[in-house]
């Protein structure tokens, strides 16, 4: 099935620990991006990647770490959280770029106290 | 500046018919999707409008007019399990064709 999974669904952490969120894709899609969603913010892009090692900021990236060693994962580090990061995050692929459809993971919620 | 315009939200009875307003102002324009995303749970991809006019696609439509930067979702014989926040995406222009979130309009259904 094809299908974009995220681990963990549920996190409660305290700040200064680092954390990873893994991102995995079964899809061969180029493109993989994360995005935070808080109410009345919408949905905020954090970091995409449109390759393999080749990864850019989007629009709040600060306070966040990504890699993209392999095409299918995409993890996203929080080296330091603070509680300011407390949300509800996404990953998401497509095949070719933020022009085509995208494919989300099922989402992490995270709370940092 | 660049911006899209949803309803915040909207109220509808099960088996009627009810449709959700974007607007959108944006440098440049490449497309423009719709998801639907139920409570707690990721978006999925309903439609994607790349020319103007209406694409229907079971029952659910979606409609497009470039010069009035103006879409429309539109559900018919609506269901309870219809009951989500629909999000407004436009792709803006430049070289990454970056992606621009409106913040969604809750669809609550009633029996």
């Known amino acids: 099935e094809a299908q974009v999974t995220q681990n963990p669904r549920y996190l409660i952490t305290v700040t200064g620990k680092k954390l990873t969120v893994t991102c995995s894709q079964n899809m061969n899609h180029e493109y993989m991006s994360w995005y935070r969603q808080d109410p009345g913010l919408g949905l905020r892009q954090i970091y995409y990647?449109?390759?393999?090692?080749?990864?850019d900021k989007g629009d709040v990236p600060e306070g966040y770490k990504v890699s993209r060693k392999e095409k299918r994962n995409f993890p996203l580090i929080l080296e330091s959280p603070s509680p300011n990061q407390t949300s509800l995050y996404f990953c998401?692929?497509?095949?070719?770029?933020?022009?085509?459809?995208?494919?989300f993971g099922q989402g992490t919620r995270l709370t940092v106290v | 500046g660049q911006n899209i315009d949803q309803p915040t939200e909207m109220t509808a009875t099960e088996g009627a018919i009810v449709q959700i307003n974007c607007t959108y102002q944006t440098s440049g324009f490449n497309g423009l999707f719709w998801y639907q995303q139920h409570a707690g749970e990721a978006p999925t991809f309903l439609s994607y409008?790349?020319l103007d006019g209406l694409e229907e696609k079971g029952r659910f439509s979606s409609f497009l007019s470039r010069s009035k930067g103006y879409s429309y979702l539109l559900l018919k014989e609506l269901q309870m399990k219809d009951s989500a926040s629909y999000l407004c995406?436009?792709?803006?222009?430049?070289?990454?064709?970056?992606?621009?979130w409106g913040l969604g309009t809750s669809l609550a259904v009633n029996p």
């Open positions: 990647s449109m390759n393999v090692e080749v990864t």
């Open positions: 995406a436009v792709i803006g222009a430049g070289n990454n064709r970056k992606l621009i």
């Open positions: 409008n790349v």
């Open positions: 998401a692929s497509s095949l070719g770029g933020e022009n085509t459809e995208a494919f």
